[in-house]
């Protein structure tokens, strides 16, 4: 049986080996970090994984292509569409289906309105994990109006599972242009107020401004993808350099920063919610007629062949790779996640710092540990 | 509202006297009603739930209406396990490690159908624990993938009753070494 190392109080050399987590509310889920200190400053970070390892690769195996995508939406809860829509991607390249463009656009919208409401609650998560109680509250309060737009058209507020090989599942509720309208208002009304609790505040630059430095180099060599790494200067959005979907029609901005401190990742986050209301806004009021759904057989089936898909969640890359032997069951499954690789740079990025720091650094990964586990 | 049982009803009377007045009870009764009124709940999430549990915590749903509002990072000063998310084969003895540390009286619940019986990770997985209470026992169940901040709420205010009506729970001891 599995037992905490509490064991190991200090290394020979005399250094102190402190656990964080995996029961800890500043690693946002079950991380265990193995952390080795001298006094106050870092020597090693070194990740524990595998506390919420449920297994959803190898479950994806005896599931057909319909029921599989589902099984995603619990991987990275905080884009659950995005991460349907990978899914279906890589089935649809299967099928060679052709989607109808108004199942594009609702796609799209919905993947722009969850990145929306993960990057707020990115936002408030890190204000609480730097001791702001206040922020929480402020991103829950426009997290709910998403929520409940997400809860009309799909019936769930959080694991959706709206999206099918060949569109989506339901035609969006009567109400969902004018909610996500408010939405918008709303958001114009408040975004300052986001920048007046938290971007300006001293104490919160005091605490990221030069924390947790990653160099571009770094960036590339740990495979840190997504605001993580276009804070350091890798331009790596997926929705820019490999267009899927609708995304190379409309018009958006790709945020660099070159600072590579906790800041920029945080500065990147606040800029992307920017860059995506300004995409609902350019799609909302052209939801093109039409199906939105493509015909699809029942039973799915599925070339031999291998099939991948790319998709840019809230938190970088993901890869949705398919080997298919032909038959109503994919063969292998493969999720390349972005959590994975971001958290792999945390070492690199916090050694020699404080460890006061660490929480600073890791919160601004925006990691989610059952995205990395899996 | 009305004809709603009050949840923070008095478990005695109240005897009015010019200075103020005089409240008398069984003393059992008594601490039931204080405690029930005032868990504190251990911030442990484990995946997808969790983030409902937050929104459950948030100004829309607002929990500490009900006394649940002071959420413990620590198992020792907390009375409550919120089981928010999957347990797998290798926390289930963190899980049994927190339950161990909250002192008594503690209470669990068990959010969603992952903590309840496995849920969609009920069949094909090798590492999922097919219900939490294989590990600890459960007072109250919560289903759903993930429960709507309402569902969490009224398991909370199960909690609250179970508590004031003075059942006392079955300890199950399982020896974990002895296995």
């Known amino acids: ?374 | 509202m009305e004809g709603q049982r009050p949840v923070t009803e008095f478990p005695g009377q109240v005897h009015q006297t010019p200075t103020g007045g005089i409240m008398t009870g069984a003393i059992e009764d008594v601490i039931n009603w204080a405690r029930s009124n005032s868990l504190w709940p251990l911030t442990f999430g484990t995946s997808c739930c969790a983030i409902e549990m937050m929104s459950t915590a948030s100004a829309k749903y607002d929990w500490s209406r009900f006394g649940f509002e002071v959420a413990r990072a620590t198992p020792r000063q907390a009375d409550v396990i919120i089981i928010a998310g999957t347990i797998v084969n290798k926390m289930a003895p963190v899980l049994r490690r927190l339950y161990d540390q909250i002192p008594d009286p503690k209470y669990v619940i068990a959010m969603g159908a992952c903590a309840t019986s496995g849920g969609p990770f009920f069949y094909n997985t090798y590492s999922v624990v097919k219900g939490a209470d294989h590990v600890i026992p459960v007072d109250v169940y919560v289903a759903g993938c993930p429960p709507r901040p309402e569902a969490l709420l009224h398991a909370l205010i199960t909690l609250q009753e179970k508590i004031k009506s003075g059942g006392k729970r079955e300890r199950i001891d399982i020896d974990l070494s002895k296995k």
């Open chain 1, 1 to 374: 049986m599995y037992t905490i190392t509490e064991e190991i109080l200090t290394t020979p050399s005399g250094d102190m080996v402190i656990n964080v987590g995996p029961q800890h509310p500043a690693t946002h889920g079950v991380l265990h970090l193995l952390i080795t200190l001298n006094g106050e400053t870092i020597k090693k970070v070194e990740p524990h994984l595998g506390y919420i390892h449920r297994s959803i690769e190898k479950m994806c195996e005896s599931l057909s292509y319909r029921q599989f995508i589902y099984s995603t939406s619990r991987m990275d809860y905080l884009s659950a569409h995005i991460n349907n829509h990978g899914c279906a991607l890589a089935v649809e390249k299967g099928l060679q289906v052709e989607i109808p463009p108004r199942a594009e656009v609702i796609r799209v919208l919905m993947d722009e309105l969850t990145r929306v409401a993960s990057h707020i609650l990115a936002w408030g998560a890190l204000a609480m994990d730097l001791g702001a109680f206040t922020p929480f509250f402020h991103a829950f309060r426009e997290r709910e109006m998403i929520n409940d737009i997400m809860e009309e058209t799909c019936g769930a507020r959080l694991t959706m599972n709206y999206m099918v090989p060949g569109g989506v599942m339901m035609d969006i509720h009567p109400n969902f242009q004018r909610r996500v309208k408010e939405l918008l208002k709303q958001f114009s009304e408040k975004i300052d107020e986001y920048d007046e609790l938290v971007t300006y505040n001293t104490i919160f630059i005091n605490r990221t401004k030069n924390v947790g430095y990653l160099s571009k180099e770094d960036a590339i060599s740990f495979g840190v993808s997504g605001p993580s790494a276009r804070a350091s200067g890798v331009s790596c959005d997926i929705r820019k350099i490999y267009p899927y979907s609708i995304y190379d029609k409309l018009k958006f901005d790709e945020i660099l920063y070159t600072e590579g401190d906790s800041y920029a990742r945080y500065m990147v986050r606040v800029q992307e919610v920017k860059q995506s209301l300004s995409i609902i806004e350019q799609l909302i009021d052209n939801i093109p007629e039409g199906d939105f759904q493509a015909k699809t057989k029942a039973v799915l089936k599925l070339p031999k062949g291998e099939f991948y898909s790319r998709v840019e969640t809230a938190r970088g890359e993901l890869g949705v790779y398919i080997v298919s032997e032909g038959g109503m069951t994919p063969y292998r499954i493969k999720f390349r996640s972005p959590g994975y690789s971001n958290l792999s740079a945390l070492d690199h990025m916090t050694r020699g710092s404080k460890i006061g720091d660490l929480i600073a650094s890791m919160g601004t990964l925006d990691l989610v540990i059952p995205d990395i586990d899996r």
